[in-house]
T-cell receptor
Framework: DSGVTQTPKHLITATGQRVTLRCSPR?????VYWYQQSLDQGLQFLIQ???????AKGNILERFSAQQFPDLHSELNLSSLELGDSALYFC?????????????FGPGTRLLVL | AQTVTQSQPEMSVQEAETVTLSCTYD???????LFWYKQPPSRQMILVIR??????QNATENRFSVNFQKAAKSFSLKISDSQLGDTAMYFC????????????FGKGTRLHILP
């Protein structure tokens, strides 16, 4: 158990819908990262937050957004869903300081868009 | 831009044998981390081993060891005395030691340990 929790574990929805994925980082970790694992694109970095602020953006679509709350949990919002958004979405956390950059991954949320 | 390449999409070995997974990467950075992550059928991402680029000594973790060749930009993973529980997808990964410390993953190698 990495200490990172993600809910829900599975999500089935229809095209055009909106969903919210939730991540609680390990206790004390300030950085949260979101990654998408799909069959055709592999594992890709989406976005990073550090202590409530966006720190880095990767291949995140404009239909997707994220935020990190004062209690440090993070949410990834996916809207106007398309079939191609079906994927496993991972959250990872790290302390975020230069002395400890190891990222610990949550169990993932499996999203299926029908 | 950094890239990570795993040239072996799939491998199979007999239990108790030694297997080596290959990885090459491309970067102009001098300070970075390299990782091997394991993803078993449960889909959990598990850190197997890590290597700091400034360290010449190859990292080892029990049955897992790496061969880090910085000049060649090569980072292979050796699994000794392979076990059935080693069956998984293995990802080689790169991370810059920088503010935007995202991880860049290779496409993965699916490893089957045969009884």
């Amino acid at each position: 158990d990495s200490g990172v929790t993600q809910t829900p574990k599975h999500l089935i929805t229809a095209t055009g819908q909106r969903v919210t994925l939730r991540c609680s980082p390990r206790s004390g970790d300030l950085s949260v990262y979101w990654y998408q694992q799909s069959l055709d694109q592999g594992l890709q970095f989406l976005i990073q937050y550090y202590n409530g602020e966006e720190r880095a953006k990767g291949n995140i679509l404009e239909r997707f957004s994220a935020q990190q709350f004062p209690d440090l949990h993070s949410e990834l919002n996916l809207s106007s869903l398309e079939l191609g958004d079906s994927a496993l979405y991972f959250c990872a956390s790290s302390p975020g300081d230069i002395t400890s950059l190891i990222q610990y991954f949550g169990p993932g949320t499996r999203l299926l868009v029908l | 831009a950094q890239t990570v390449t795993q040239s072996q999409p799939e491998m199979s070995v007999q239990e108790a044998e030694t297997v080596t997974l290959s990885c090459t990467y491309d970067t102009s950075e001098n300070n970075y981390y390299l990782f091997w992550y394991k993803q078993p059928p449960s889909r959990q991402m598990i850190l197997v081993i890590r290597q700091e680029a400034y360290k010449q000594q190859n990292a080892t973790e029990n049955r897992f060891s790496v061969n880090f060749q910085k000049a060649a930009k090569s980072f292979s993973l050796k699994i000794s005395d392979s076990q059935l529980g080693d069956t998984a997808m293995y990802f080689c990964a790169f991370m810059r030691l920088n503010r935007d410390d995202k991880i860049i993953f290779g496409k993965g190698t699916r490893l089957h340990i045969l009884p």
